[in-house]
């Protein structure tokens, strides 16, 4: 499985680093991937300080592509982190994936 898994990160994120599949569900009509970053922190766009404290996190559902029939669905767990520079403007920030992962 866990082979499966590398191939699966090898041909959803090729030029992606720092994601990770978490877990591949597959059924007759759709195969769910369930996806997220894995860098330990990301640093401000206002000040490039860096950041390892999370604020929050949600899904993105990059662009899916059919597969052998099915309907593929891509969901990509980003965070959101606290800015720790006070005299930054912003409080909070989206890390940001090097290369976007949909078409």
Do not use: K
């Not at 759709?30 to 922190?41: H, L, N, W």
């Amino acid at each position: 499985m866990e082979e499966n898994v590398l191939r699966l990160e090898e041909l959803l994120f090729p030029s992606v680093a720092d994601v990770a599949v978490v877990s591949v569900d597959v059924n007759i009509a759709i195969v769910r991937v369930d996806a997220q970053c894995t860098t330990a922190g990301a640093a401000c766009p206002g000040c490039r300080a860096w950041s390892t404290v999370v604020h929050s996190s949600y899904l993105r559902f990059p662009a899916d592509v059919p597969s052998g029939g099915r309907r593929v669905v891509v969901q990509l767990r980003v965070r959101r982190f606290r800015c720790r520079n006070t005299v930054c403007s912003r409080r909070t920030f989206v890390e940001q994936i090097p290369t976007r992962p949909d078409p």
